[in-house]
T-cell receptor
Framework: DAGVIQSPRHEVTEMGQEVTLRCKPISGHNSLFWYRQTMMRGLELLIYFNNNVPIDDSGMPEDRFSAKMPNASFSTLKIQPSEPRDSAVYFC????????????FGPGTRLLVL | DQQVKQNSPSLSVQEGRISILNCDYTNSMFDYFLWYKKYPAEGPTFLISISSIKDKNEDGRFTVFLNKSAKHLSLHIVPSQPGDSAVYFCAAISNTGNQFYFGTGTSLTVIP
């Protein structure tokens, strides 16, 4: 199994630009999570989908952040416009769902906003 | 506000000795707890978990202890090995299964 796939692995952009992060969950998993990792706050859950439907987006920092899951095999996290404080590592994770609480993480996207 | 706290950002242990990583939580509604291990430039990987109905779960060299009255859990690694050097995150899941919280992580260094 390829595991959770994230792209790009690294992204450097200028303040004000739009950034789109992509995630392909493990096939058959019906829950998908987006996290942001910072030194100060550790891993923060941004949004959580179950069967492609957003369940909890209370962690999304502000309206500049949006996430979609158009189908079971693809999700995007978009930041528009990006700001330097958005610089972090963004992880996507998937889970089989109710059958298991274990989440499987992708390798992350390291975002730097200049 | 951090609902899951790992107050030790780093820990160094001699190879062969016991490593103890600690985690505190604030919400008594948490029902399930997990430990993840993270190497640089990789995503976290699941290590071990414990349900709130238990106070101990063991898997090889790794044991997780849960003290519900103190809202505290710990991960014991014995004997520690250099390959255990990584960042360890504890995580908690609510009893509704809809809320997930991670700590800030503890960086463990096992000295050969």
């Amino acid at each position: 199994d390829a595991g959770v796939i994230q792209s790009p692995r690294h992204e450097v952009t200028e303040m004000g630009q739009e950034v789109t992060l992509r995630c392909k969950p493990i096939s058959g998993h019906n829950s998908l999570f987006w996290y942001r990792q910072t030194m100060m706050r550790g891993l923060e859950l941004l949004i959580y989908f179950n069967n492609n439907v957003p369940i909890d987006d209370s962690g999304m920092p502000e309206d500049r952040f949006s996430a979609k899951m158009p189908n079971a095999s693809f999700s995007t996290l978009k930041i528009q416009p990006s700001e330097p404080r958005d610089s972090a590592v963004y992880f996507c994770a998937s889970s089989p769902g109710q059958a298991s609480m274990t989440q499987y993480f992708g390798p992350g996207t390291r975002l730097l906003v200049l | 506000d951090q609902q899951v706290k790992q107050n030790s950002p780093s820990l160094s242990v001699q190879e062969g000795r016991i490593s103890i990583l600690n985690c505190d939580y604030t919400n008594s509604m948490f029902d399930y707890f997990l430990w993840y291990k993270k190497y640089p430039a990789e995503g976290p990987t699941f290590l071990i978990s414990i349900s709130s109905i238990k106070d101990k779960n063991e898997d090889g060299r790794f044991t997780v202890f849960l003290n519900k009255s103190a809202k505290h859990l710990s991960l014991h690694i014995v004997p520690s090995q250099p390959g255990d050097s990584a960042v360890y995150f504890c995580a908690a899941i609510s009893n509704t299964g809809n809320q997930f919280y991670f700590g800030t992580g503890t960086s463990l260094t096992v000295i050969p």
